[in-house]
């Protein structure tokens, strides 16, 4: 790969080690993706609490005798845990991302050095 084939309509572009460019992390916009983040995680942490929920079905019999109480069963659908499982790591790994989107769009200030 030579030069030309490096360049985009704006010119070329500068390693990310140069001084005098460093890259560009900290973006106030950053705050805006981490609030609709958040309200991702919130819906899927909803989906995965509806998921679990689908998951048990309670059955009840009637009782075997007179005077007994029903017996109740409860069946566990697998692929209703795992979607609620899934859905409940997804939501986790959109807060964490969530997270860093807002240190990132904060300003950080180095410290000074001392002369």
Do not use: C, K
């Not at 989906?47 to 309670?58: I, Q």
């Amino acid at each position: 790969m030579n030069a030309q084939q490096t360049t985009t309509a704006a010119g070329p572009q500068p390693p990310a080690g140069v001084p005098g460019h460093p890259p560009r992390l900290h973006q106030p916009w950053r705050a805006y993706v981490a609030v609709a983040e958040l309200v991702l995680a919130a819906l899927l942490v909803a989906a995965a609490v509806w998921a679990w929920r689908r998951g048990m079905v309670v059955v009840e019999f009637p009782p075997f005798r007179d005077g007994e109480a029903p017996q109740r069963v409860v069946r566990y659908l697998g692929q209703w845990l795992a979607s609620g499982v899934g859905l409940g790591l997804l939501a986790g790994v959109a807060l964490l991302d969530a997270i860093r989107q807002l240190v990132l769009s904060s300003r950080v200030r180095g410290r000074r050095r001392r002369h």
